[in-house]
């Protein structure tokens, strides 16, 4: 019995080393310890102070698991490949940018925030290869529960996030149809330089205050309109 146990355990540290896409749980594993890093942000008071460095600090722990050039692809289509390998970096760097602040201060304007930090309860997951899905709700102000979808892909080794899905809303698609939008009208530098000035100030505008920014501060919309 104790030479079995023992295999067993070999067995499964092999595959925890190995870091297979099979690894039951990695998804909602990878989910659960970003977001319970970002409570520790949240509850730490030497924050208390900084609202826009504990944005920052946020904004730069989400970044960490998610793909965003493959997203920027996602998000840009066909026009993807009409880009050059510079193009495409400069793109990736300001869809970074842009998802970031978008997702990260959507949460802070709609999320009940407490002493410790947001409520996340995780609904489970689906895995299928190097694809997987991690179904989680949040509490929101008023105690309504929103529905937040993580769309992740396996890659270098671990899970990373592909797309969001808030109520059903899909973050890629929305911008796909925004950006594509402004191209055909316009141009894909115009785009460009749309996000660009979107960017360009750590704060965003329009809407309410919320407890995570400070009582005072501006929150934007998740989706923005580019207009």
């Known amino acids: 019995m104790a030479l079995r146990t023992f295999l067993a355990l070999a067995a499964l540290s092999s595959l925890l080393v190995t870091g297979s896409a099979a690894g039951a749980g990695a998804p909602t594993a990878t989910m659960q310890a970003t977001f319970a890093h970002a409570n520790k942000i949240i509850a730490d008071p030497k924050w208390e102070d ?58 802070a304007a709609v999320a009940e925030i407490d002493a410790n930090g ?7 997951e689906s895995v299928e290869r190097d694809r997987a899905g991690v179904r989680t709700t949040i509490v929101g102000k008023g105690g309504r529960q929103i529905r937040l979808d993580h769309w992740m892909v396996y890659q270098n080794n671990r899970w990373l996030v592909r797309d969001i899905t808030i109520d059903g809303v899909s973050l890629i698609t929305n911008y796909r149809a925004q950006f594509d939008r402004v191209i055909k009208t316009s141009s894909y ?33 998740f989706l923005y309109e580019m207009r």
Not at 72 to 78: M, Q, W
């Open 50 to 107: 900084r609202p826009t460095e504990r944005i920052v600090a946020i904004r730069a722990l989400f970044s960490k698991v998610f793909d965003f050039r493959g997203a920027a692809e996602d998000v840009l289509g066909r026009e993807w490949k009409a880009r050059t390998a510079v193009e495409q970096r400069e793109f990736t760097s300001i869809f970074s940018g842009f998802v970031q602040r978008s997702f990260v201060y959507w949460l």
């Open 189 to 221: 530098r115009d785009l460009v330089v749309r996000m660009q000035d979107r960017t360009s100030a750590e704060m965003p505008r329009p809407a309410s205050g919320g407890e995570l920014l400070g009582a005072e501060v501006k929150l934007p919309l």
């Open 118 to 124: 947001i409520t996340v309860y995780y609904l489970g």
